[in-house]
C-alpha cells in the first residue's frame, strides 16, 4: 500500500481543526505542552515544528522529485540505492566523486549518511527535497 503523502496545505488543514476543537491556540498549546507562537509558526508554514506537526498524528519526511517527472517522488532510500549502483557503475568510489565533481570524503560522507545528497541529485536524475507529510501509523511503512 502506497503512503499518503500530504503538502504543507493539508497538514496546515489538520492543525487547524486540532486547534479549534481544542478551543483555540492558546488552549492546544497548553493541551501539549509547547509556545503559542510555535503553532502559529508551524499553521503559517513559516517554521515547522516537529512537536507541533507530532501532536496532530503527523510526521514530517523528505521525499525527491525527480528530474524527468517533478510530481513523482522518490524516498531517500531509493536515492541512495541509485547512489550505490551508480558508484558500482564507475567501478571506484574516487572515480564516481569525479564525475559529480566533489571529493572522495565527502561522496563517502554522503553514502554514510553523514551529509546531505545535495552534491549529487542533479547527477542522479532528483530535484532538491521537499517537505511531505505522513501519519504516524505510516511511519514504520515509509522509509524517510
Request: hydrophobic content about 40%.
Amino acid at each position: 500500500m502506497a503512503e499518503t503523502l500530504m503538502d504543507g496545505i493539508d497538514m496546515g488543514r489538520i492543525l487547524s481543526k486540532a486547534v479549534k476543537s481544542a478551543g483555540g491556540v492558546t488552549a492546544f498549546s497548553k493541551l501539549h505542552g509547547f509556545k503559542p507562537q510555535a503553532v502559529w509558526d508551524t499553521h503559517s508554514l513559516k517554521g515547522i515544528n516537529e512537536k507541533v506537526v507530532s501532536s496532530v498524528g503527523l510526521i514530517m519526511v523528505l521525499r525527491y522529485p525527480l528530474t524527468s517527472d517533478p510530481k513523482t517522488l522518490a524516498t531517500g532510500k531509493q536515492v541512495q540505492d541509485k547512489l550505490n549502483s551508480f558508484i558500482r557503475e564507475c567501478k571506484t568510489q574516487r572515480a564516481a566523486a569525479h564525475i559529480f565533481g566533489i571529493h572522495e570524503t565527502t561522496l563517502s560522507n554522503i553514502q554514510n549518511a553523514l551529509r546531505g545528497f545535495s552534491p549529487v541529485l542533479a547527477q542522479l536524475g532528483f530535484r532538491e527535497p521537499v517537505q511531505r507529510y505522513v501519519w504516524k501509523k505510516a511511519d514504520a511503512r515509509a522509509t524517510a
